[in-house]
């Protein structure tokens, strides 16, 4: 299979070659589906009746600007602004209208991130809050995570109690950082905790995405809970018939590594000068680093 090449935070991205068959495989069966199912529902790779439409993520090109990591940081973009998608190519700007234009409709799109594939929706639309617990056949008192494409938005959802430069320190990357939700934030979101977790993903396709939106993005693994986190868009297949949009970005890291299937890092903030690891995740080293020796935090329980 090849050597897999490793990425700050511990995830590791496949080589170049295994991408590009694992994107001609999926547009392989997108188009057999299709033509077993005749004309697809609009623009896009039909998956057959009542399925998703397939969209394939060509590569990035130059970013606007450089994106951050645990231990690295981010650029400044106005808040309330999308950053500029200079360099992108047409095909990258279509998928990301493609998959705003489906949650603006208030479905549910499958999406690569900088851990595993996850499925998101408008945090705001509490009927497709509903569906992603439905989707996942999720208990209902489990809490979602909110996505955004910058931390300056940040501070419209949370109440923030650490150093902004800590934010920038982790976020964008993998980690989730959990703090005190605003009123700003839907009511039905998580009703049964004062507390929200962030993720700003170290990936090009879901920041623009989160930037395209007006409000965050609920975002959870694309998966049956309780079942494993999946690396390939045909590893959620039994997923498909109830998404609007798979957007496919190749193979996420080694899919034959157990590690690359740990998801991020969730960090408790909550309580001043306090740290709590909720889930060690796939950047727990260089998370606690940062926490303990730069900014003097410690462990909740000691």
């Not at 999946?230 to 998404?243: A, C, R």
Request: with cysteine.
């Amino acid at each position: 299979m090849g050597t897999a090449r490793s990425r700050p935070g511990g995830a590791v991205r496949a080589p170049r070659r295994k991408r590009r068959l694992m994107a001609r495989a999926a547009l392989a069966l997108a188009r057999a589906a299709e033509r077993a199912a005749g004309p697809g529902p609009g623009p896009g790779l039909g998956l057959g009746p009542g399925c998703a439409r397939l969209v394939l993520l060509p590569p990035a090109g130059e970013p606007a600007e450089r994106g951050g990591r645990a231990g690295g940081g981010s650029a400044p973009v106005e808040p309330g602004r999308a950053a500029p998608e200079r360099g992108r190519p047409a095909e990258w700007r279509e998928a990301v209208a493609a998959a705003a234009g489906a949650l603006q409709a208030g479905g549910l799109v499958a999406v690569p991130t900088d851990t595993v594939y996850g499925v998101a929706c408008l945090a705001q639309d509490s009927a497709a809050v509903r569906s992603i617990y439905s989707l996942k056949g999720r208990n209902g008192s489990k809490p979602l995570a909110i996505c955004l494409g910058d931390v300056e938005r940040l501070y419209r959802y949370c109440h923030v109690n650490v150093p902004d430069q800590l934010l920038r320190d982790l976020l964008p990357g993998p980690v989730t950082l959990v703090l005190e939700r605003s009123e700003e934030l839907n009511k039905d979101l998580n009703p049964f905790t004062s507390l929200v977790g962030v993720r700003i993903p170290d990936h090009p396709f879901m920041r623009d995405l989160a930037r395209a939106c007006s409000g965050p993005l609920a975002l959870t693994s694309a998966n049956i809970s309780s079942q494993g986190s999946t690396l390939t868009v045909l590893e959620f297949q039994d997923l498909w018939p109830q998404l609007s949009l798979v957007v496919d970005g190749g193979p996420i890291g080694d899919i034959q590594s157990p590690e690359c299937r740990l998801g991020s890092t969730v960090v408790d903030l909550s309580v001043s000068g306090k740290f709590s690891i909720i889930r060690p995740g796939c950047a727990l080293t260089p998370t606690v680093e940062i926490l303990k020796k730069k900014y003097g935090l410690v462990p909740e329980s000691s």
